[in-house]
């Protein structure tokens, strides 16, 4: 009887981290592991049973195996569980994880994050949900009349006149907005344009893309009210400059005043002025990219548009482009002749100096009808809205925590605040340890050391949709936590979170050597 003894959290041996590690006494503790109604979970292999069965199957009769030997020899190995059991296990584990569905996500540089149920709907109308990519243009015009109709929405919304819809993601936008840079430079015969400017401040995305289409990146300091040195950019352009990729609204969330300057500077340079619009929700309805100068951009649809993020769905990445590199389009293009409207795939006559092909068949189809759904459903007075909500809300938390908190630059935001972690160093507390405590609040973290030219980068970003009640809410465990911190509580925000059913991970390990295989546990120790 002795092996009863409460042994912590349901895992394998050798996977469990220190069971309950009590920080105050013993009371954020539980004999289960399990706190409140948060229960732990093992997984599934570890919880069935090899040889135990949900299911009644006859033994089949007369069977003769046809496979020539190739049969299974040993047991498969799949655990044995019950129906209840079953759903109880994904049930759970489908509870763990925290969503848009579920409360606050504070996260910066994610901009919005609602996700309307209407646009569901649409995509699942059958006249879009079940197309197949390969049916001849002539039975799917009305999906191509919706991609044409999107690309309207988006050539108003940028000003710009052309857009490229294949790309899968906001990366992948990038690449093709850059490749279409390289393509127009090659074809003007400008091979000794190598180099591409890209703010410190940037996505680590863009960096990386330059560095794909074989450009060598040179990196552009912040002044210290965190938006573009315009003198070192203007020191730095010259004629082997392809392009500048700048964010705006920045990655500090904060907009660019002088880009039209830049953008003059720029050119002058005979170079392009990328954007990485991934922030165009602050700013969509206000301003037309192409009237502050910018010559391509992507936007992404999750971003702005309401598809969703992440897990919840593919991205997608549209380009807008300026007359001058919409030659160089990926395929397909979408094209209207006297038959209707026609994907042209071949890198022939008008498409003739296209880039080729980014992307599978056209585009991710789902995405286009839910960005497209929501465009009708705001209308252009909606969009606008839209991002003066999200300016307002973002700026509602910088006023509300800019004594709790050290806000990294002065003047008000776009879009998402950022602070510093100037203000917790005092208490020797890190900006990680913060983070963790919002756990035990109940809320997801924002996004912390991001951007790097901050230290300690606080981003919050709490997008339009949600109501102020829910801002204070957050507000008002910010403050308490940071109350917590004055009245000597620094030991109990480093050793965050006490309420999780895991605690700090070293996410480092996790990323390095990660443990993809279950391995089954050792046989149990025979008694004592
Ligand atoms: C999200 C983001 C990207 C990359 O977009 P994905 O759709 O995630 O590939 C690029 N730049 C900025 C500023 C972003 O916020």
Request: hydrophobic residues 40%.
């Amino acid at each position: 009887m002795s092996d009863t003894k409460p042994t912590g959290p349901r895992r394998a041996s050798g996977t469990v981290e220190a069971a309950v590690v009590p920080t105050d006494g013993g009371l954020a503790g539980t004999v289960s592991g399990n706190r409140a109604l948060a229960i732990e979970e093992s997984l599934i292999f570890e919880q069935g049973e090899v040889g135990r069965c949900g299911v009644d199957l006859p033994e089949p009769e007369n069977f003769k195996p046809r496979l020539g030997g190739l049969e299974r020899k040993g047991a498969i190995g799949l655990p044995g569980l019950s129906e209840p059991q079953v759903v109880r296990h994904f049930t759970r584990l489908s509870q763990k994880n925290y969503a848009i569905d579920a409360g606050l996500f504070p996260l910066g540089s994610c901009t919005m994050k609602h996700n309307p149920r209407l646009n569901e709907k649409m995509a699942r109308l059958p006249g879009f949900a079940d197309l197949h990519p390969l049916q001849p243009d002539s039975t799917v015009q009305g999906a191509l009349a919706l991609m044409d109709d999107l690309t309207r929405w988006l050539k108003a919304l940028t000003g710009m006149p052309a857009i490229a819809l294949p790309p899968a993601a906001g990366a992948q936008g990038e690449l093709c907005g850059m490749m279409t840079i390289r393509a127009a430079h090659d074809a003007h015969g400008h091979n000794e344009r190598r180099r591409v400017l890209v703010p410190e401040s940037a996505h680590g995305t863009n960096p990386a893309t330059a560095a794909l289409c074989g450009y060598h990146v040179d990196s552009i300091p912040a002044n210290d009210r965190g938006r573009v040195d315009v003198a070192a950019l203007k020191a730095k352009l010259g004629p082997d400059v392809a392009a500048l990729m700048l964010t705006n609204p920045n990655t500090c969330g904060l907009f660019e005043p002088d880009i039209v300057e830049i953008a003059k500077a720029v050119h002058d340079a005979g170079a392009y002025f990328y954007c990485d619009g991934a922030n165009f929700n602050a700013i969509v309805g206000k301003v037309r990219p192409a009237d502050l100068g910018i010559d391509v951009m992507h936007m992404n649809l999750h971003k702005t548009f309401s598809t969703p993020h992440g897990g919840g769905g593919p991205g997608s990445g549209p380009v807008a482009l300026a007359a001058s590199l919409a030659p160089y389009a990926p395929l397909p293009w979408l094209v209207s002749g006297p038959d209707g409207l026609r994907l042209q795939e071949q890198a022939t006559g008008a498409a003739a100096a296209s880039i080729g092909r980014l992307k599978s068949f056209h585009g991710q189809m789902g995405m286009f009808v839910r960005a497209y759904t929501y465009m009708l459903s705001h209308g252009s007075d909606g969009l606008r809205q839209v991002a003066e909500d999200a300016v307002l809300s973002a700026n509602y938390l910088l006023a509300a925590l800019k004594d709790t908190l050290t806000p990294a630059y002065p003047g008000p935001c776009m879009h998402e605040c950022l602070f510093d972690d100037e203000g917790l160093r005092k208490y020797e507390v890190s900006t990680l340890d913060f983070a963790k405590a919002l756990i035990d609040e109940g809320f997801h973290p924002t996004t912390i050391y991001f951007p790097l030219v901050v230290h300690g980068a606080m981003l919050v970003e709490p997008t339009e949709t949600e109501p102020k009640a829910e801002l204070d809410r957050f507000i008002a465990a910010v403050r308490g936590l940071k109350a917590r911190l004055d009245s000597g509580g620094a030991d109990r925000l480093r050793t965050a979170p006490h309420f999780s059913p895991r605690r700090r991970l070293d996410e480092t390990r996790a990323a390095r050597q990660p443990v993809l295989r279950w391995s089954p546990p050792a046989p149990k120790q025979a008694a004592e």
